[in-house]
Nanobody
Framework: VQLQASGGGLVQAGGSLRLSCAVS????????MGWFRQLPGKEREFVAAFRWTGTTHVADSVKGRFTISRDNAKTTLYLQMNDLKPEDTAVYYC?????????????????????WGQGTLVTVSS
């Protein structure tokens, strides 16, 4: 299974970006997927997740600004980021795993995911 993240870049505060994560291999519709981000010297933190059953979860820090979605036909996960803030600056990673059950504490934990993309850098200038 391979994940390819893209869509990062430099944007001014208040702007928008859409990240994409193209997945190849396996059965995409059976994957629970997540977005995480990491600043230099800090631990990777949960941003949003989309269970294979259709439910989504978004971190409180980005709720109301970020939206996670997926297109099973295109085997792609998305993260629409609006009203970006300088504190959103980070490398964003997509991740996937396919166990039949995925409880909230699991999909919010980076240690739960088996497959990872390479990361895409988002820089928000003030």
């Amino acid at each position: 299974v391979q994940l390819q993240a893209s869509g990062g870049g430099l944007v001014q505060a208040g702007g928008s970006l859409r990240l994409s994560c193209a997945v190849s291999g396996g059965t995409f519709s059976r994957y629970s997927m997540g977005w995480f981000r990491q600043l230099p010297g800090k631990e990777r933190e949960f941003v949003a997740a989309f269970r294979w059953t259709g439910t989504t979860h978004v971190a409180d820090s980005v709720k109301g600004r970020f939206t996670i979605s997926r297109d099973n036909a295109k085997t792609t996960l998305y993260l629409q980021m609006n009203d970006l803030k300088p504190e959103d600056t980070a490398v964003y990673y997509c991740a996937a795993d396919s166990p039949p059950v995925a409880i909230l504490s699991q999909i919010q934990s980076d240690s739960w995911y088996h497959y990872w993309g390479q990361g895409t850098l988002v820089t928000v200038s003030s």
